[in-house]
């Protein structure tokens, strides 16, 4: 084979990786926007449930009398991640459920 042949192969084959690549991704990437679209879609979890009670979880942070610092709340906490509509969010430690922006609870630690 030619020089001139050889170049032409190495491109296609290349596209051709990329190309398998690029669609073995795509059901990853396509569950991934999925689930921050349905994270919205789960449900906020109640005060009464046995972690939240355990966690001293209020929805409402200035309802909450073990919160010390004022500005505490879950929107800044470090196990939270907002949903779109920045009303409520996925915490690490209560998992499938949303949580309050505006609640609290003692495992608060500040977003760094």
């Avoid at 001139?4 to 290349?14: I, V």
């Avoid at 009303?87 to 459920?97: I, M, R, T």
Wanted: glycine share 6%.
């Amino acid at each position: 084979m030619s020089r001139s042949t050889e170049a032409p192969n190495a491109d296609r084959r290349r596209l051709l990786k990329i190309a398998a690549l690029g669609i073995a991704a795509a059901p990853f990437a396509s569950s991934l926007l999925a689930g921050e679209a349905s994270a919205a879609a789960l449900p906020m979890v109640d005060e009464k449930d046995p972690t939240a009670a355990a966690l001293g979880y209020h929805c409402d942070a200035t309802k909450n009398p073990a919160r010390k610092q004022a500005d505490a709340t879950c929107a800044n906490c470090m196990f939270y991640t907002a949903n779109p509509d920045g009303k409520a969010g996925l915490c690490q430690l209560f998992q499938g459920k949303n949580v309050c922006a505006a609640g609290w609870c003692t495992s608060w630690s500040k977003k760094a």
